[in-house]
């Protein structure tokens, strides 16, 4: 079965710590890993990784993919308390139709 | 400015009485997907249209079901709501072509009373 698996599962940090976040997967035929922001509301894309080493930067959020050991991270670096949110990582499976998402990782940035 | 669009953001319903949540796309997009997401946990596929195709996920409830009348607009009907439908409930659409990024609707969040 298709799985994707995010940890830790909640993350309290400081303003201004730099945080990892982890995203392991098993997903048949596996293409591409997406990562995406939940504030109250609904996921908004943040990236995708398709080809292993290399990083993905936006900003203080830079994700790399390893596919040989099938996981992914996200980076913050200089966390800000507008980056408290849930972020969930996500595989299509059925070629590009079906995303399988992570748990989600609650990351609270206390000022 | 393209987007997906759900209605409502708030609904209530009672419990046992029959409840319709909208979706609409401005995307142009083959794909249109339902997923319901409780608290604290991750977005569960409910059902998707790939154009008209409709593909139900093994463990969609009978009570689930889901209308797509055209490519722009997608709806989900709850037959007789229980209190543990009580969820956010997520349309997002996709090209369906190799790019699976997903676009997300602001979601509704279903209480049943």
């Known amino acids: 079965e298709d799985k994707v698996v995010q940890s830790p599962l909640s993350l309290v940090v400081h303003e201004g710590d730099t945080v990892t976040l982890n995203c392991s997967y098993e997903?048949?035929?596996?293409?591409?890993l997406l990562w995406y922001k939940q504030e109250k509301k609904a996921p908004t894309f943040l990236f995708m990784l398709?080809?292993?080493?290399i990083e993905k930067k936006s900003g203080r959020l830079s994700s790399i993919l390893d596919k040989k050991e099938l996981f992914s991270i996200l980076n913050i670096t200089a966390t800000q308390t507008g980056d408290s949110a849930v972020y969930l990582c996500?595989?299509?499976?059925?070629?590009?139709?079906?995303?399988?998402f992570g748990q989600g990782t609650r990351l609270t940035i206390n000022p | 400015d393209a987007m997906v669009i759900q209605n409502p953001r708030y609904q209530v319903t009672q419990f046992g009485k029959p409840v319709t949540l909208s979706c609409s796309q401005t995307?142009?997009?083959?794909?249109m997907y339902w997923y319901q997401q409780k608290s604290s946990q991750a977005p569960k596929l409910l059902f998707h249209?790939?154009?008209?195709?409709?593909?139900n996920e093994a463990d969609t409830p009978d009570n689930f079901q889901s209308r797509r009348p055209n490519t722009s607009f997608c709806f989900l009907d709850i037959r007789s709501p229980g209190l543990g439908d009580a969820a956010m409930y997520l349309c997002?659409?996709?090209?369906?072509?190799?790019?699976?990024?997903?676009?997300f609707g602001q979601g509704t969040r279903l209480t049943v009373v």
């Open positions: 398709t080809s292993s080493g």
């Open positions: 997002a659409t996709s090209s369906g072509t190799a790019v699976p990024e997903a676009f």
């Open positions: 997903v048949t035929n596996f293409r591409s």
């Open positions: 996500a595989a299509p499976r059925q070629g590009a139709q079906k995303l399988v």
């Open positions: 995307l142009n997009h083959n794909v």
């Open positions: 249209y790939y154009d008209k195709d409709f593909n």
